[in-house]
């Protein structure tokens, strides 16, 4: 599968190509956040990666092998904690499309091989980030710091006086 066909610009990151069907969302938390869709016969296997922000979220996409689809077939999971496992397993050693939405729209994606290792997708996530943070003008990267460091508040409140 040609993984430029995964993701379009402007489209829902769950659904994020108008060729994709079959959309089925695994986890719905105000909007799915992992789960499959088809793109012609292929099988894809989403998710967000990161969704703190509220406006800005990262997205991972891999094709589904087709010796692998089986295992996809009426997927049901006891836990959030079970389809994470199962979702970075998969994802591990894969290469991937990442993405990142703004309200829920795709802006822009990049392919990454995912590290094997329970870290995997964060690792590749944080690669693809920094890569769009480094392409960006020096007033961008300046706010998406700032924005990072708010994020895991490293930045102090100010102090009236």
């Not at 690792?123 to 693809?128: R, V």
């Not at 392409?135 to 100010?158: D, F, K, M, Q, S």
Request: aromatic share 10%; with cysteine.
């Amino acid at each position: 599968m040609n993984l430029d066909t995964i993701v379009k610009r402007g489209e829902a990151p769950w659904c994020p190509s108008p060729e994709a069907s079959d959309c089925e969302a695994w986890l719905v938390w105000d909007h799915p956040r992992a789960g499959t869709f088809r793109i012609g016969s292929d099988l894809v296997l989403f998710t967000v990666v990161s969704d703190n922000d509220g406006d800005l979220s990262v997205w991972a996409y891999t094709p589904v092998q087709a010796g692998a689809e089986h295992s996809f077939a009426n997927t049901r999971f006891a836990s959030s904690r079970e389809l994470g496992e199962f979702v970075s397993t998969y994802f591990a050693g894969q290469m991937a499309v990442f993405a990142v939405a703004s309200d829920l729209s795709v802006a822009h994606w990049g392919e990454y091989r995912v590290p094997e290792g329970t870290d995997g997708l964060a690792t590749a996530a944080a690669a693809f980030v920094s890569s769009l943070i480094a392409a960006a003008g020096p007033t961008t990267r300046l706010r998406a710091a700032l924005a990072g460091a708010a994020a895991v508040n490293a930045i102090p409140e100010p102090v009236s006086s």
